[in-house]
């Protein structure tokens, strides 16, 4: 009896070695197949960043007729972050900025959640209403900017509006004031990204288990209830995403804000992306601007690394 057994086993076991041979084989066939195109896309994700780099430790410029494979002929170390640490402007971009941020993506969450729950569920002309809702989405930002530019003209319609609505006639210069320059900015913001903060918490409403929230109801669970107990939890990746997406899409604000103030008055509204735009193409201090945006790409790969891992929590939270 236990020789067979014996017999038995030495075959299983020979084809078990055989069989780990074979998928060591495959995965070292594998991977010399996918080597080219492995290097290729290791080449394209990590040439940009040594440039960027490379020229951030320099005072190259193109005005100094020096190719920039020749730019370590104007090495300066690392004055450019010293510089950077010290310049007023660039931290009052940075703050303007997170302003910007602090204010725009929770308004784009609050108000994209409200309507995400409002077409959960049905009423006349939904599907009239689902398409209105997206066209801000759509509309390029180039073209948002120069809507909500003549809209709050002194004689524009906001103003109008206002007039109507207080009785009193109101000529508010909104764009070339310091004080609410940046709030129509805000405003033009929220109006055109809602609808996708709206579409993503749709989706993660959509993916709530109805059975969980018939049993809850059920059982006598108020709306709250079980939007507290049931639906925040089962969404909390999703909003992790929809906040992340907005957080960094915040940072890149520009199209909208340059067309409506260029950053001004003055300086009212110069964001990151605009100080970096100006000082590119007006000062043509490229060293300075890698440096610049080496900086803020750290920064939001800080952003990104703590939205993965809270995303990672709400998983395993979700999964417990």
């Given at each position: 009896m236990s020789a067979l057994a014996t017999?038995?086993?030495v075959p299983v076991a020979g084809r078990r070695v055989e069989s780990a041979v074979h998928a060591e084989d495959g995965r070292r066939l594998g991977f010399v197949l996918t080597l080219p195109a492995q290097i290729l896309v290791l080449f394209i994700a990590l040439f940009p960043l040594l440039m960027q780099l490379y020229i951030s430790l320099?005072?190259?410029?193109?005005?100094?007729?020096?190719?920039?494979?020749?730019?370590y002929e104007l090495w300066n170390g690392f004055a450019n972050y010293t510089d950077l640490a010290v310049d007023?402007?660039?931290?009052?971009?940075?703050?303007?900025?997170?302003?910007?941020m602090i204010v725009c993506v929770p308004a784009e969450f609050l108000l994209g959640l409200g309507l995400a729950i409002l077409f959960m569920d049905d009423f006349a002309g939904k599907r009239f209403f689902y398409s209105v809702m997206l066209i801000p989405m759509m509309?390029?930002?180039?073209?948002?900017?120069?809507?909500?530019?003549?809209?709050?003209?002194s004689g524009g319609p906001v103003n109008d509006i206002l007039s109507t609505l207080t009785g009193t006639q109101i000529t508010l210069a909104w764009l070339s004031s310091p004080g609410t320059a940046l709030i129509a900015v805000m405003i033009a913001d929220i109006w055109q990204w809602t609808p996708l903060m709206f579409l993503i918490l749709?989706?993660?409403?959509?993916?709530?288990?109805?059975?969980?929230?018939?049993?809850?109801?059920?059982?006598?669970?108020?709306?709250?209830?079980?939007?507290?107990?049931?639906v925040l939890p089962k969404m909390k990746t999703i909003i992790i995403i929809a906040?992340?997406?907005r957080v960094i899409e915040n940072f890149k604000i520009f199209d909208t804000l340059y067309i409506m103030t260029g950053g001004g008055p003055g300086v009212a509204t110069e964001t990151i992306s605009v100080y970096i735009y100006k000082?590119?193409?007006?000062d043509l201090i490229w060293g300075y601007v890698a440096a610049i945006a080496l900086v803020i790409l750290?920064?939001?790969s800080i952003l990104v690394s703590l939205a993965i891992s809270r995303m990672n929590a709400a998983k395993k939270e979700a999964t417990a």
């Open positions: 017999e038995e086993k320099t005072d190259w410029s193109p005005l100094e007729g020096t190719g920039w494979w020749r730019a007023g402007r660039f931290w009052s971009a940075l703050g303007r900025t997170a302003l910007i509309v390029v930002p180039a073209v948002a900017g120069y809507m909500f530019f003549m809209l709050f003209q749709l989706a993660g409403l959509v993916g709530v288990p109805e059975d969980q929230m018939r049993a809850a109801t059920l059982l006598g669970a108020s709306w709250w209830q079980r939007f507290r107990t049931i906040l992340a997406i000082v590119t193409q007006q750290i920064v939001l």
